[in-house]
């Protein structure tokens, strides 16, 4: 029997035996039939594909961020805007989602803030400052100089005052007529001479002109002594004026001392003492 090659026979023409391929058929052996390039043919398999998976939902589900949480008694709390951290009840410590998979997280312990270290410092008195005690020597220096001028011009002062009193006639703190040199003294006799050589010494007009020769010479008295007191005025005035220029650069030199200490020792500068030393306990 002829084997159709490519949808036709051949007739007469016996295919030749392979010796590839050496089965038998019915005591012959089988024709050799030549491969055709079969076209590809989808194959069902007998196993059903499965569906693609569905993605495996999130371990942790992302919780929206936090409101911030303002409380009208005090002040707002602080707004976080990165990610919030889930809820207790979305943890799961085995990745999935679901109410009973979940486990509250346990509860941060509150850690107390370090305790501060302490020390315990003196400030100095700023009055036993070396430069404010030098200045004060030499305030101390310009005001005894002062006084021992004034003290001086007082004390000419008034030596020239009695001089010029005592010449008046002025014995202490009365007129004396019996006073040599006196110009009180010389007046009266002269006027007792004139009345008594007119022979008035005991009438009226005696009594009244040496009334007033008596005011004649208090007159010029007070007038000596207006000017001494207003030397003494001024010599007064210029101490009180001197002893207000030294306060005001005491003073001075005194802040200057106290704002040395401050910087010196990083204080405030009402924690230095004027006159005592202080101690300050503060954090390190």
Known sequence: MAILIDGGAKAGRAAPVSPSNPAMINGRPAPVVQAQVAKPVS???????????????????????AKAATSYAGTAQPVSY???????????????????????????????PPVPAMETITIPDAMADPAYQQQQTELARQMADFKAQQDLADAQYTGSYNQTTRKLGRNGDKWDPTLQNGQYGETVNANTNDFAGRGLYNSGEFAKSQSNVDADFNSRLGEIDRARTDFRDTAALSSRNMASQQEAVRQQALASAVASIAARYGVNLDQVGRGSTQQITRAV
């Open 43 to 65: 194959t069902v398999s007998s196993t059903r594909t499965a569906a693609p998976a569905k993605p495996a939902p999130p371990k942790t589900k992302q919780a929206a961020p």
């Open 82 to 112: 990165g990610t919030a951290a889930p809820a207790p009840s979305q943890v799961s410590s085995f990745g999935g989602g679901g109410a009973d998979a979940s486990f509250a997280a346990p509860a941060a312990a509150e850690i107390a």
